[in-house]
């Protein structure tokens, strides 16, 4: 199962999110939830990039089938906000996956305080 986890300020806004395991619905190669959820993830993440333009704190593992990505603490105003668009979206695309393939995506929203 792959499990994506936001992590949310205590005010209400995405901080980042980690994206861990494999979904395990088929065969390396020929898993479509897997490959859905690497479209969302890395789409999120050069949106970051290309859309928002900065770069995230990102690190890929292809070995563990691990991806973290956070927002930089000193980001400005107007790029946090253009994040906050996009990572909610991410959120949205998440969701929207699990909501038929729970048994092979989790998704958790950690708050913070």
Known sequence: MTRVTFKWTGDGRIRG?????HAGFAEKGEDLICAGISAVTFT???AL???AGFE???AIDA???Q???FLPEDLPEVQFHIAQVILATVRIGFLGIA???SEYLQVIDERGE
């Open 99 to 101: 909501a038929e393939n």
């Open 44 to 46: 999120g993440l050069n």
């Open 63 to 65: 070995e563990t089938a």
């Open 56 to 58: 995230p704190v990102y």
């Open 67 to 69: 991806v973290e990505c």
């Open 17 to 21: 999110f980690t994206v861990t395991g």
């Open 49 to 51: 990039i290309e859309v």
